[in-house]
C-alpha cells in the first residue's frame, strides 16, 4: 500500500507526541494555527485523494473533468479530503453515497438501491471554535469504501467532498462514481 504525505504527517505528529508524552503546542497536525476571524469571505480550498487498491491515486477538485474512478477487481478505497483556508477551515466533509444493484440469476433482471440522500457527511473533521479562538489552516478527513463486482451485482459509491471555513462559505469537489471494473 502507498502512503499518502497527509497519512505519513498524521503518523508522525502522533508518534512524536507518544513518544515524548507532551501534547502537540499547535494543536494542527497539518497546516498552521490561526486566530479564527470573525468574517471570511474568501472561498476555501478542497482536494479529494482516491487510494486505490493496486497502489493508484486518483486526485479530484472542483471542476476537475473525473467523473467516474474505475477500482480494477474492485477492493477497498481510501478517500483522504483535505481542505484549505488560510484564515481557518471548520470542516473537512466526505460525502459518499452507496448504490447496490443486485441481478437475479434466472432472469437477468437488474434491482438498483441509492444513491440515497445524504443528510450528513459520510465522515467529517470538524472544529467547533468560534471567533477569537484558534483554528487551524487545513484539516484532512477520510473514510475507506469497499467497492466489489460479481456476477450476481455490485456496490459503487457517489462521492464528493466539501471543504467549509469559519465564515461558512462551501467549496465542493466534483460528484464522482466510484465503481468496480
Given at each position: 500500500?502507498?502512503?499518502?504525505?497527509?497519512?505519513?504527517?498524521?503518523?508522525?505528529?502522533?508518534?512524536?507526541?507518544?513518544?515524548?508524552?507532551?501534547?502537540?503546542?499547535?494543536?494542527?497536525?497539518?497546516?498552521?494555527?490561526?486566530?479564527?476571524?470573525?468574517?471570511?469571505?474568501?472561498?476555501?480550498?478542497?482536494?479529494?485523494?482516491?487510494?486505490?487498491?493496486?497502489?493508484?491515486?486518483?486526485?479530484?477538485?472542483?471542476?476537475?473533468?473525473?467523473?467516474?474512478?474505475?477500482?480494477?477487481?474492485?477492493?477497498?478505497?481510501?478517500?483522504?479530503?483535505?481542505?484549505?483556508?488560510?484564515?481557518?477551515?471548520?470542516?473537512?466533509?466526505i460525502w459518499?453515497?452507496?448504490?447496490?444493484?443486485?441481478?437475479?440469476?434466472?432472469?437477468?433482471?437488474?434491482?438498483?438501491?441509492?444513491?440515497?440522500?445524504?443528510?450528513?457527511?459520510?465522515?467529517?473533521?470538524?472544529?467547533?471554535?468560534?471567533?477569537?479562538?484558534?483554528?487551524?489552516?487545513?484539516?484532512?478527513?477520510?473514510?475507506?469504501?469497499?467497492?466489489?463486482?460479481s456476477a450476481?451485482?455490485?456496490?459503487?459509491?457517489?462521492?464528493?467532498?466539501?471543504?467549509?471555513?469559519?465564515?461558512?462559505?462551501?467549496?465542493?469537489?466534483?460528484?464522482?462514481?466510484?465503481?468496480?471494473?
Amino acid at each position: 500500500m502507498k502512503l499518502s504525505k497527509p497519512f505519513l504527517i498524521l503518523s508522525l505528529a502522533a508518534a512524536i507526541t507518544m513518544m515524548t508524552g507532551c501534547p502537540n503546542p499547535s494543536h494542527c497536525l497539518l497546516g498552521q494555527e490561526v486566530v479564527i476571524p470573525q468574517t471570511d469571505s474568501t472561498d476555501p480550498t478542497v482536494t479529494m485523494d482516491f487510494h486505490l487498491p493496486n497502489g493508484s491515486i486518483v486526485t479530484v477538485t472542483p471542476g476537475s473533468a473525473t467523473s467516474t474512478v474505475s477500482v480494477p477487481g474492485g477492493g477497498n478505497v481510501t478517500v483522504m479530503v483535505n481542505a484549505k483556508d488560510g484564515e481557518g477551515v471548520r470542516d473537512s466533509q466526505i460525502w459518499a453515497a452507496s448504490i447496490t444493484e443486485k441481478i437475479d440469476p434466472n432472469t437477468g433482471t437488474v434491482s438498483r438501491a441509492g444513491p440515497g440522500l445524504l443528510g450528513a457527511p459520510t465522515a467529517n473533521n470538524a472544529d467547533n471554535g468560534g471567533p477569537g479562538q484558534k483554528g487551524c489552516t487545513e484539516r484532512l478527513a477520510s473514510t475507506n469504501l469497499a467497492v466489489s463486482k460479481s456476477a450476481t451485482g455490485s456496490v459503487s459509491f457517489e462521492v464528493t467532498a466539501a471543504g467549509v471555513n469559519f465564515g461558512g462559505r462551501t467549496v465542493r469537489t466534483t460528484t464522482v462514481i466510484l465503481a468496480a471494473q
